[in-house]
């Protein structure tokens, strides 16, 4: 038997609240995404067998692990690049550990739970929840069990312009642990106001099909997460993605951070809008002295798939 898997991304939106006084310290949005996406084909064996990125290695054996697999044979067909914003750790930590109990013909926990055995969902639920309902999620605040607040379908029209500069990675899951344990993190009611407002916007616009409503909400969820960061990415953004997002304002273009980059996006209106952003990215990318790719994606509404075969 072989199990075949595939996974959208995880575009993170940032926080609409952290660090107050609730009783959650965040609470996290995120869009899921079809492209670029994890494709594996899944088999368990007597030893340990792997074909695919390295840097993906120690994330199978840790779903093997949990999973309590003795050996497997996986073989990665495509995914994406890892600590780059687009929630891989997750993604081929979920979807491998539920291919192998399916490969064990064990039932296995819910989604949710899941990613708690996989040390996942400590500070974000939003890529946990994009890979069970896909869409846009907001979770109900952590720490705990990732709970969804809000879960909507995207237009199904709209495409998302994402831009994966040639810059150092984002933080490994050691390096942000670090970051998001030891600070003692504090924000302002008045920064708090501005991100859930934000986020209430962002959801709103998102089910009225309102996309002007909807960047405007980004913006402001952007805003407040890349303020309460401010002091440990070098300003609302990381380091040379503020001159991005800055260039990018010059031509009205809303870009997101999708956690700690350095992959940026924005949301248009249709395929042929985003053909068009594709070569405005570029040019806006050359203007601050940066190179890398411009993608394009739908929104993915619809969550992980994990198929058994033959």
Do not use: C
């Not at 304002?249 to 985003?274: D, F, H, K």
């Not at 952003?277 to 990318?285: H, S, T």
């Amino acid at each position: 038997m072989r199990a075949e898997v595939e996974t959208g991304s995880r575009l993170h939106g940032g926080f609409y609240y952290a660090a107050g006084d609730w009783n959650v310290r965040w609470g996290s949005i995120g869009f899921y995404v079809d492209n670029p996406k994890f494709r594996a084909a899944v088999e368990l064996s007597d030893r340990e067998q792997y074909r695919g990125p390295q840097e993906l290695l120690e994330y199978v054996k840790k779903a093997a692990k949990v999973a309590g697999v003795q050996g497997f044979n996986v073989e990665v067909h495509e995914s994406p690049p890892i600590h780059r914003g687009f929630g891989t750790g997750t993604q081929v930590l979920l979807s491998l550990y539920m291919a192998f109990k399916a490969l064990k013909g064990e039932q296995p926990e819910a989604v949710e739970e899941a990613a708690l055995k996989l040390g996942r969902s400590r500070h974000s639920g939003a890529g946990t929840l994009a890979f069970k309902y896909g869409g846009f999620v907001m979770d109900a605040g952590l720490p705990g069990r990732p709970t969804p607040l809000v879960t909507l379908k995207m237009p199904s029209e709209w495409r998302f312009v994402i831009i994966i500069p040639k810059i150092e990675r984002g933080l490994t899951d050691e390096e942000e642990e670090s970051i998001m344990e030891k600070r003692q993190w504090g924000n302002s009611e008045s920064n708090i106001a501005f991100m859930t407002s934000g986020a209430l916007r962002l959801a709103a616009g998102i089910a009225r099909g309102d996309l002007d409503d909807a960047l405007e909400g980004l913006r402001f969820v952007q805003r407040g997460t890349g303020i309460l960061f401010a002091s440990v990415q070098g300003g609302e953004y990381r380091g040379k993605l503020n001159d991005l997002a800055a260039e990018a304002w010059r031509s009205r273009v809303i870009l997101a951070q999708s956690s700690w980059g350095p992959a940026m996006y924005t949301i248009v209106e249709n395929e042929y809008e985003a053909q068009g952003d594709v070569m405005l990215m570029k040019e806006i990318m050359s203007n601050v002295g940066l190179s890398g790719e411009v993608i394009i994606s739908p929104p993915r509404n619809y969550g992980a798939s994990i198929k058994i075969v033959g």
